[in-house]
């Protein structure tokens, strides 16, 4: 056989192997496959939906899934109530005062007589602490009788020395009390050294107080106008020896300073800084509506009001408000519209009534006082009666009391001259300390204002309210004869209410204090007042 032929059929026959295997590849590669496939189908098969169906409809799996769900809604529900019971017991966070010291405390006034150098100040210290009296407004400081002053610089003789003063003074603002001195500008004693040289004509003091010749018929002299003192006399009165007239507002003994010359005026700069310097922490200016007068000394008329309440008497305060406050002292003037000053830190006006004033007049006289406010403003409360000194009964007083420290401002407290007599502390009232409790509030001091007439106008009412605290009402009765009231004119108000705090008629016939009363219908004695909290 030949190579040629040899060599093809060696092709051939591997050819043929070849074939043999690959087509046994792929059967046992399809094998392969097959039982693959059957076995991952095995592995991954699962229950059938009817299967399915009855394990999930098996009463162990409805009371899983029910408890699962129940378990969630409580736990939702516990942390919501949770939440909100965090809530109303987290302490009210009130905004921050937008008030200062000297318009939060009542101003407590009172003569430095009745507390330098006595040995139970402390006791009479705390007495007035236990007011909530943290302002102190000393009077008759001054070396003289009350405003005739015969020296700004020196304390009266009554006090002991200046040095005594000093010490006081610290002594008070130890005790957390803030100490302001009642000062009357507007004129000095004629004892004063100033006025007997002015009375001389020395050439410094010749014009520090308002001198006029007048006319004269060569007999008889006459006044250059028609001015009156407080008191309805003429406001002139004439000196033998500088043979002139001197202008007093007040008493003939009271001569009045000349404010028109810058002299006197750099006086009470040196006297203000005098009395800082020693540790006050402001004045008090009293009657400075009369500081100026007409330079032209003009009749007065009602057209023309020549002797108070100048233009310039506004900007010489305002400029004395400012050099008190670079010594961090405060400013408090007397009887003035607040809306014309600038510099100064309170205007304090008094309220004044007769004797029988109705509710209409009571609430007229506080809408016109707090309407005289600017905004930045805050109301000053002091009742005087117009008819006589002492013209109310004491629970009219204590009725004005409660009035004053409720309303939205600071209320100006005038102690008793014999407060402190035979060396004894009174004790503190139950409207004192209540009224202590009741200014406390918030709501006195960012509290609405609603005041109302009710009962044909004999029944004055007010309430003061805030969101997030406790609220009040005062109620009045100014008629005579015991009357019910219906409160539930005030928006807010429940059926009942707590009886916080009432005069002595009103709690003759009414519940202990603290008790609850009926806001539809409180009988209220005559001529009493209350207070309702709620």
């Keep these: 056989m030949s190579l040629d032929k040899d060599d093809g059929a060696v092709e051939k026959l591997m050819e043929e192997g070849k074939k043999k295997l690959s087509t046994e590849g792929d059967k046992y590669d399809e094998l392969n496959k097959l039982e693959l496939s059957d076995h991952t189908e095995t592995a991954y098969a699962g229950m059938g939906k009817e299967e399915l169906m009855k394990y999930a409809n098996s009463p162990f799996w409805v009371r899983l899934r029910w408890l699962l769900f129940v378990t969630f809604w409580l736990s939702w529900f516990a942390m919501m109530f949770g939440a909100l019971f965090i809530i109303f017991l987290t302490p009210k966070c009130f905004p921050p005062s937008k008030h200062e010291w000297y318009q939060k405390s009542p101003v407590y006034i009172i003569n430095a007589a009745s507390l330098v150098n006595q040995s139970n100040l402390n006791e009479r210290i705390e007495y007035i602490q236990q007011l909530g009296v943290q302002n ?52 000095s004693s004629k004892t004063n050294m100033m006025f007997v040289r002015s009375v001389l004509k020395e050439q410094f003091y010749d014009s520090f107080y308002i001198w006029n010749s007048g006319s004269s018929n060569g007999t008889q002299h006459y006044p250059i106008n028609n001015w009156l003192s407080v008191t309805g006399e003429s406001a002139w009165s004439w000196d033998d020896n500088r043979k002139q007239y001197y202008l007093h507002t007040f008493s003939a003994d009271e001569p009045d300073f000349n404010f028109r010359n810058k002299d006197v005026v750099n ?65 408090i003037v007397s009887d003035l519209d607040s809306k014309d000053t600038k510099g ?22 506080i809408l016109t006082k707090k309407n005289m406010m600017s905004s930045s403003s805050w109301s000053s409360w002091e009742w005087v009666c117009t008819d006589k000194p002492n013209c109310w009964k004491n629970e009219t007083i204590d009725a004005f009391s409660i009035l004053g420290s409720l309303l939205p401002g600071v209320p100006f407290i005038n102690a008793d001259p014999k407060l402190f007599e035979n060396n004894k502390i009174p004790n503190i009232t139950f409207i004192q300390s209540t009224l202590k409790e009741l200014r406390s509030m918030p709501t006195i001091e960012f509290g609405s204002f609603n005041v109302k007439l009710l009962n044909n106008d004999t029944v004055f009412a007010f309430d003061r309210v805030m969101n997030g605290s406790e609220s009040l009402l005062f109620a009045w009765n100014l008629s005579q004869n015991v009357t019910v009231l219906n409160l539930n004119s005030f928006d807010g108000i429940p059926a009942e209410v707590n009886l916080s705090l009432c005069t002595e008629s009103a709690c003759s016939i009414l519940p202990p204090p603290k008790s609850k009363v009926n806001s539809n219908q409180l009988r209220l004695a005559g001529e009493s007042a209350v207070v309702l909290t709620f």
């Design 267 to 331: 006086y009470f700069e040196e006297v203000f800084k005098y009395w800082l310097d020693m540790g006050i922490d402001g004045l008090y200016l009293d009657k400075v509506q009369y500081l100026f007068k007409d330079k032209d000394l003009k009749n007065d008329s009602l057209s023309n009001k020549a002797t108070s309440i100048l233009p310039e008497t506004n900007e010489l305060l305002s400029h004395w408000g400012d050099l008190i406050r670079n010594y961090s002292g405060i400013l």
């Design 344 to 365: 100064i830190n309170m205007v304090h006006n008094s309220v004044t009534l007769t004797s029988n004033f109705t509710g209409e007049q009571l609430l007229h006289v």
């Design 136 to 187: 102190v407004v000393l009077t008759s400081v001054f070396d003289g009788d009350g405003d005739k002053v015969i020296d700004f610089m020196q304390v009266n003789k009554s006090l002991g020395s200046n040095d005594t003063m000093k010490d006081f003074i610290k002594n008070l603002k130890s005790k957390g009390m803030k100490v302001i001195l009642r000062l009357v500008p507007n004129h």
